[in-house]
T-cell receptor, first 116, second 113 residues
Framework: AQSVAQPEDQVNVAEGNPLTVKCTYSVSGNPYLFWYVQYPNRGLQFLLKYITGDNLVKGSYGFEAEFNKSQTSFHLKKPSALVSDSALYFCAVRDPSGAGSYQLTFGKGTKLSVIP | NAGVTQTPKFQVLKTGQSMTLQCAQDMNHEYMSWYRQDPGMGLRLIHYSVGAGITDQGEVPNGYNVSRSTTEDFPLRLLSAAPSQTSVYFC????????????FGNGTRLTVT
């Protein structure tokens, strides 16, 4: 079975500082990995994905994530945080092999607060 | 371009009542899905569809039914509402179900008393 862990319920960072939101995963095959962001009372918005290729993927709003197969991690990063980045962030994984390949499994979410 | 539209935005039901949550997308996406979001539990997949006439169960399907008669619509039916189904429900669609990102609606907040 596939699973995702986001070890931090909340991350606080000062505006202008770099931010990292952590994600680790477990799948039996090669993972497809995604990050989504949720603003209050809204649905999730796609930020970026890793399917194959370069381990560093760049996405929307200046976010990037690094795929690390040996550590089974896919941490979300941004060099300089903005107050407007404050939101709930979800990591998600899909195992493209096997019967459950259409099922996208989400982590529990990390609340990011950027302090002015 | 409306994207994914969910109705209603809010709903209160009594235990045992039935209702249908509506979801429509105008992006000609083959893949559609329903998730529920509960505090501290992230999003959990209820049902999904990879095209008209094709549906399958997700992680938490009990108490819910779906059908997909058209590409655009994917309604979720609660057969006999229970307090445990109090949640925020999200519909999401994608070009295909494996590598494409999902587009989410703004959710339906359901309370069952």
């Amino acid at each position: 079975a596939q699973s995702v862990a986001q070890p931090e319920d909340q991350v606080n960072v000062a505006e202008g500082n770099p931010l990292t939101v952590k994600c680790t995963y477990s799948v039996s095959g090669n993972p497809y990995l995604f990050w989504y962001v949720q603003y209050p009372n809204r649905g999730l918005q796609f930020l970026l994905k890793y399917i194959t290729g370069d381990n560093l993927v760049k996405g929307s709003y200046g976010f990037e994530a690094e795929f690390n197969k040996s550590q089974t991690s896919f941490h979300l990063k941004k060099p300089s945080a903005l107050v407007s980045d404050s939101a709930l962030y979800f990591c998600a994984v899909r195992d493209p092999s096997g019967a459950g390949s259409y099922q996208l499994t989400f982590g529990k979410g990390t609340k990011l607060s950027v302090i002015p | 371009n409306a994207g994914v539209t969910q109705t209603p935005k809010f709903q209160v039901l009594k235990t045992g009542q039935s209702m249908t949550l509506q979801c429509a997308q105008d992006m000609n996406h083959e893949y559609m899905s329903w998730y529920r979001q509960d505090p501290g539990m992230g999003l959990r997949l209820i049902h999904y569809s990879v095209g008209a006439g094709i549906t399958d169960q997700g992680e938490v399907p009990n108490g819910y039914n779906v059908s997909r008669s058209t590409t655009e619509d994917f309604p979720l039916r609660l057969l006999s509402a229970a307090p445990s189904q109090t949640s925020v429900y999200f519909c999401a669609s994608g070009l295909e179900g494996i590598t494409s990102p999902l587009h989410f609606g703004n959710g339906t907040r359901l309370t069952v008393t």
